[in-house]
Each structure stands twice: as C-alpha cells, then as structure tokens.
C-alpha cells in the first residue's frame, strides 16, 4: 500500500513536471522559431557538454553552499547535493522543490565517511571537484555531470541532472564498455548470457535463488549505485537507465577504479558482511525427512569413514509444523525426542556438528501463534489465508517490515535457539512478496540475536538483494534441478550473485528437484568444494550422503572435503577479507584480469582466493576440457607442472574415477594450510604449512584467525598477520609482519615451504639458521631443504606472531 501511494504521488509529481516542461517548450519554440535540435548521439568521450534537453538559466544550477568534499545546488526550486564521500566515489542526492532528504533504503549501510580530501573549484563553470582518484566537471548551464578517471579519461556523463526528477536516471559511456553487476538468475531461468549486463532488465530480488542490486559496474573503471527499492535498468546504445524507481528523491552514487576497487566502495556504501562462523566454512548436510535416530546414525557413519563435516541443517522435520502452542517455533519431540531438553545439542557438539533449521515466513492461522498475530495484525496486508502444502492447513505470512513483528518471531525463536538451532535457514520469504521481505525477515533475526547472544549469526536465505549482506545473509541458488547442465549451469548463477555484492553464495549440491547419477554428484562435489557455501541438499527423503553414490563417489567426494579442510586457513582468512572489504573467496577472473577481452564473459573458471584458479569439471563423460589461464605462470596443485598464461591448455579428464579438480596455483602465491580434521576444531592447530611460491614481483597475503565463534574480533580480539615474499637477486625473501589485534591463537610456529631451486644458506632476521637433518626433526626454528611435487623446497620453521625475515640464498 505505501509503495502505491508513493507511485501515486510520483505520477501527480511526474504529471505536473511534465505540464510545466510542455508549456515551457511552446514559448522556446515561439520565441527561438524553431526546434532545439539535439546532440548527435556519441560515445561519452567523443560527446561535448551540450544538455540532452533544451534549458533556462531559470533552472541552471546555482551554487547555494560549498564545504570541503560538499558541494549544494540549486535549480530553481529543486536541491540538488553532491557530497565526494571517498578519493573513488560521488554522491548525488536530487530533492523535488527543497525536499528534505528521504530516508536511505536498506540498499545503504551509511550516510558517514570520512573526510575524501577533494579540492572542489566553483569560480568557473564547470564546476570541477578532484582527487587523486578522479575529476568531476559539473555543468551549471547545462546541469551535466562527467566523471573522468585520475588519467582524464572520461567515464560516464549524466548529461541534464534535472532528469532525476522525472524519474530517469541516464548515464552515457564508452562504446564496447563490459557492463555486469544488476542481478543474475533464479533456479530454472536460462542463463546464456552469463554475466554480462546488456538490454532491458528487472531490478529486484526475485525468486527461487535470484541475485539483485541497483548497481552496475564496468571493467572499464566505473560503477553506478542507486538508492531503490526494485527499478527498471537499460544498457542501450552505450545509455546506462535506471528508472521506476522507489523514492520520490534520487539518491545515487558514481564511483571509480578496477572491479575490486569498485566492489570495495560499494560494500562501504551499503554496508559490510559480518564474519560468518569458522564452523560454517566446512562441509554441510541438509536433509529433508529425517529423525533424531537417521541423524545420529548419518553423523556417526561420517565419523567412522572419517569424511569430514561440521554441520546438519534440518527441513521442516525438526519443527512441530502445525500444531498449536507455538510449533512453527519448537521442536517436534516425536521425531526428536531430545531436542527440546538440549541433550540432542549436548550429544551433537560432542561430535564437532552444529545445527541449523528451516524457518518459513508463515505461520499457522488456526493456532494460538495465529491467533495471537490476528490480534496484533501481524499479517501481511491484505493477503487470505491458504493451505500451507506440507501440513494442509490454514496459514498467512508475516509482516516482517514491521519492527514487532520481528522482535516477537525471535522471542519465540529463542527456546530452539538456546537447545541447537543456531543456523537460520530461512525459505520462501521471496514467494509474493516485495524485495524487502526476506532481508527484514533475516533482519530482525540477525538483530535479536546479536542482542540476546554473542554467538555469530549464520543464515540461507533464497534471494538476495543488496544492503542485506549486513544480516549475516548468506544465499543459496534455490530448488534447481540435478544433471550436468544443472550443475554446469550454477557457475554463471554464483559468479552473478558475486558481482553484486554477495559474497557468501551456496547451493543445494547434487540438485534439489531429483537425484544424481554418482559421476554428477561427485563433480558437482568437487565443484562445490570451491564455493563460499559448501553444502548438499535434496528433496523430501532424497539422500546426499556421499556413501550413498558408491566406494568411487565416495573416495572422491571425500578427497574434496578433505582439500576444502586442508585450505580452511586460507579460507578463513578471505572470510575475514570480505568484512574489512566486501571482497570475497571466489571472484570472477575479470576481476584480477579487467583488461582481458577472453574474461568478459567466462564463468568457466573463477579465482578461488587472490593465489588459486580453479575449474571444475561439468560436462559428462568428455575425455579433455579446454582451460584458458590468463596472464601469469601458472603450476598445476596436483603435479606441478608449470604453465605461461595467456593461452589455453588441456586437459585430461579422469573419467576412470572421477578424482580430478583443475586447480592451479598463481605464482608469487602464499597459501597457507592445516592438517586435516574431521571438524573444524577438532584438534589444536599449532603449526600452519605456508605454501610459498616467490615471483619477481613482491605478494602478500593477510593471515588471519579468531576464536571463530563471537564477535570480539569487533573490539581487536583477532590474529593478523601479513605474510609477503618476493625473489629478488636470485634469493627468496619472506617477510612476516608484527601480528596486529589482542586474540591469542594455538598457533606456534609457521613452517614455510620455500618452492624453488635456491642455494643453501638460510638466515632468519639476518642470522643463519639451524639446518635440521630432516623435515621431522624440524621442531624449532631452522630450515631443511628438501623435494616435493613442485621440485626443490626449502623449508622455513618461524615463530607464528613474531616478525620475521627468511632469507633464502
């Protein structure tokens, strides 16, 4: 109902707008005797600064105030306010007739940055404000606006502010610019376009796995970010539109720089990911029809085999689904007698297995909780009752956009909470409802329970849309089929949820609607294991266990798991990466490599981590797969073969036994590791592997750890350290810094594994370090030299937490 009555009042405002522009246009033409002739249309760097629509100094923009990095105008009675917020990015707010500002959207995180140190000149016209990142010329005549990089290449132009208060947003740029970001795809939509962002599209959050956000970004060095509820895009004719959008003001944001520079602002705009639990980084199962006696016997075959697991998310089984007294809420004690008492929770954290639960947006009518929300209107406006498909009775759906609403869903959340379900998986808050209902329903979860707990929040949620990664919202890619186009057709869906801005992607591995041949779900397995959400899932009663497939499945998918645990490190640390930067594990190759025309598109391989690239095998039975590698050296993981970049290779299936994962490391990579646990936790971690194989170049990677479970790494109780290396004068050199934050891992010693033919004198902050006759004898700090499938290694025992510096000769 509100978003109607703002469509209706911006009709009237559109209507009145657009009376006053008609009349104004008879007297032009009365007076001038012919028409304004427009602009031949140009690329944005051929265009000049002449508006799109005829103007009156009337309405030129008049400098009302000027501040460091705030500039505000005026055009006749409209506001217009253009704040420089970083070096790297503007932002416009246009206000209707002196309008106060309209509240940000959830698509916005803040409103306070810190000083940009602009220099902003408005003696001439243009107008220019400058940084070390960018210039913008503001037009007062014209009322355009053009961003230029720091290189004076102009980016994009809005050629007649003014537009903004009819409702579009139209930004010109270069022809042949890569557009992606805008959203991707829902669980059964065609997905031939991949990633790019061409044509006319829907802004919203969707349905069934859909990604969405009011932000589209280039390769060329750009991005645009507009603050909306939902909207109409066009990228036509080298035109970037946003229109139908949600607020009677338009608020929206340009910013500058290569694509991780970009992803970077805007999770600064729109807020940034909390840390996601270190148990949640692990292998997940999800299961639909299953008891307390199946569960217990799935988590103690996975023990026995030693197939490693951290968690179980149950389906509607562990709830009293239908019953009054509040069942949405609480355990089903018929179908797990020990759930409601806690001893299930005591029995589970025993075996290293967290637990997490689906939670709906409805609830029954016919209950005391239906009743209550009767009472209360509760409701979502408007909507009758309906037989709710698993129980047949009588349901509706929270209003979860109210604050009551959300506080009293999780204080009768709290019991299953405080006895084992401590993951929110909440499904089918996208069916029928508005963008806003999922992230309001996660919302109020994340924010209750960061009141009532210190323990860190994790969710599943079946959309996405902008500004909710600030929920602790993780996604996953809905109800999708199984099969090997299935499969292969989930690589687009997550590198599409990445490039608009949600990091923390899963989906049900194997298929949700039927179920997989062995060889698919072992490749789909080894593809999953390279995801941000590592998690299998099936239909009511399907089975995704991987002894389940057979020994062959097994033996593979459990070498997958078991590479997933090794690399939590390295994982763990990237996780961290995504809080301090909106950049996640797994990015698209174009974000590392924007200047080649061979990624623009390609969802075949991703980066996994800043050091490793990988590409899963998804097609069945194809005895070779073709893997282009960009720019760089490039050594296989698994036998250490060395390949130059820029060209594709191939490769040789295993079609025998399914045991290959296409893995290859970047070389000047610092990839740390651990043994291998049945859980995360299992075990003391007191010596990490540092793989390091020294380019020319110096690299770094930021090492990282926490208790993985609170949020004191809020207030400094972390571990971090940059570890960096460089060859240098035919010597490697490894730096590790001073650790910052005040958390004491278990972490004692790194032992650095130096990959590359060097002499034999090892110095340690500037003294020759012991020698050790063999790698196990290694316990303090000193060095051997041995061989392993990359060749000569060097390897370097070092006090974790100390700076150090490893000079190999």
Request: aromatic share 12%.
């Amino acid at each position: 109902m509100e978003a109607s009555n703002r469509n209706r009042r911006k009709l009237l405002i559109i209507g009145g707008i657009a009376l006053v522009v008609i009349a104004a246009l008879i007297v032009f033409w009365m007076n001038q005797g012919k028409e304004q002739k427009s602009e031949e249309k140009k690329p944005a760097s051929e265009q000049s600064n002449v508006s799109a629509s005829p103007t009156s100094d009337d309405n030129a923009l008049q400098v009302v105030n000027s501040t460091a990095d705030h500039l505000e105008l005026s055009s006749g009675k409209d506001i217009i306010v253009v704040d420089v917020i970083q070096a790297d990015a503007l932002r416009v707010r246009v206000n209707p007739s002196g309008a106060a500002d309209e509240p940000d959207t959830e698509v916005i995180g803040t409103r306070d940055f810190d000083p940009a140190g602009s220099t902003i000149d408005i003696s001439g016209d243009p107008i220019t404000l400058t940084t070390d990142q960018m210039k913008v010329e503001i037009d007062k005549k014209n009322r355009s606006i053009a961003v230029y990089d720091a290189a004076g290449k102009l980016l994009l132009k809005q050629e007649d502010v003014r537009q903004a208060l009819e409702d579009n947003l139209a930004f010109t740029h270069n022809e042949g610019d890569f557009l992606y970001g805008i959203g991707g795809y829902n669980a059964s939509e065609i997905s031939t376009d991949g990633m790019l962002q061409n044509g006319l599209k829907s802004v919203k959050g969707g349905q069934q796995g859909h990604a969405g956000a009011p932000f589209v970004w280039s390769t060329a060095g750009y991005g645009l970010l507009v603050d909306t509820i939902d909207a109409s895009y066009g990228n036509i004719d080298n035109i970037i539109s946003f229109s139908q959008t949600s607020k009677e003001s338009s608020h929206y944001y340009f910013m500058v720089g290569d694509p991780t520079a970009i992803m970077s602002t805007v999770a600064d705009i729109s807020g940034k990911a909390p840390l996601f639990p270190k148990w949640a980084l692990g292998f997940m199962n999800s299961e639909w029809g299953i008891d307390e006696a199946e569960l217990m016997q799935h988590v103690q075959t996975y023990r026995q085999k030693q197939i490693p697991i951290d968690s179980f998310t149950l389906d509607f089984d562990w709830k009293a689904w239908g019953e009054d007294q509040y069942g949405e809420f609480r355990w089903n004690e018929k179908k797990f007698p020990n759930g409601s008492s806690g001893k299930l929770k005591q029995t589970l954290d025993g075996m290293g297995i967290k637990l997490a639960g689906i939670f709906k947006p409805r609830i029954h009518v016919e209950t005391e909780q239906g009743q209550y929300a009767t009472e209360h209107n509760y409701w979502w406006p408007n909507k009758p009752n309906y037989p709710d498909y698993f129980s047949e009775l009588p349901v509706n759906d929270l209003d979860f956009s109210l604050e009551e609403v959300r506080k009293w869903y999780f204080e009768h959340s709290k019991q299953a909470f405080d006895t084992g379900i401590i993951g929110w998986w909440n499904d089918e808050a996208d069916e029928g409802y508005t963008t806003t209902q999922f992230i309001n329903m996660q919302k109020g979860l994340y924010e209750e329970q960061r009141n009532y707990s210190d323990k860190r929040v994790w969710s599943l949620n079946r959309n996405f849309y902008l500004g909710a990664q600030k929920y602790a919202y993780g996604l996953w890619s809905g109800d999708i089929l199984s099969g090997f186009k299935a499969m292969a057709n989930q690589r687009e869906r997550m590198l599409s949820a990445v490039n608009v801005g949600q990091a923390k992607w899963g989906m049900d591995t194997g298929g949700f609607q039927t179920n997989p041949m062995p060889d698919n779900y072992t490749r789909w397995m080894q593809f999953s294991a390279f995801s941000p959400i590592f998690r299998v899932h099936g239909k009511l009663d399907h089975q995704r266990q991987p002894w389940v497939y057979g020994e062959q499945a097994e033996a593979a998918t459990k070498a997958a798991i078991e590479l997933r645990y090794k690399l939590i490190p390295y994982i763990y640390s990237y996780e961290r990466r995504a809080y301090e930067t909106g950049i996640g594990l797994v990015k698209p190759l174009l974000m590392d490599y924007p200047q080649d025309p061979a990624l623009a598109n390609l969802v075949d391989s991703w980066m996994f981590g800043d050091w490793l690239l990988v590409s899963p095998i998804v097609a069945e039975a194809e005895p070779t797969k073709s893997i282009y590698l960009p720019q760089g050296t490039w050594i296989d993981y698994t036998n250490g073969t060395v390949h130059q970049g820029g060209q594709t290779i191939t490769h040789q299936v295993d079609l025998a036994n399914w045991s290959d994962i296409p893995l290859f490391i970047k070389k000047g990579a610092i990839i740390p590791s651990q043994q291998v646990m049945n859980y995360i936790g299992e075990k003391k971690v007191e010596t990490v592997t540092v793989d390091v194989f020294p380019d020319t170049a110096q690299s770094a990677f930021a090492y990282y750890d926490d208790d993985g479970a609170t949020y004191q790494y809020e207030q400094g109780g972390y571990f971090k350290q940059t570890l960096s290396a460089q060859e240098k004068d035919g010597q490697a050199h490894f730096h590790a810094s001073a650790k910052e934050g005040t958390f004491t891992p278990d972490l004692q010693y790194y032992l650095v594994a130096i990959h590359g033919q060097y002499g034999n004198n090892v110095t340690i902050n500037g003294t020759a370090a012991h020698k050790a006759n063999s790698l196990s004898e290694l316990k303090s700090e000193g060095w051997f030299q041995g061989k392993d499938v990359y060749g000569d290694v060097t390897y370097v025992r070092i006090k974790a937490g100390d700076e150090r510096q490893i000079t190999v000769e």
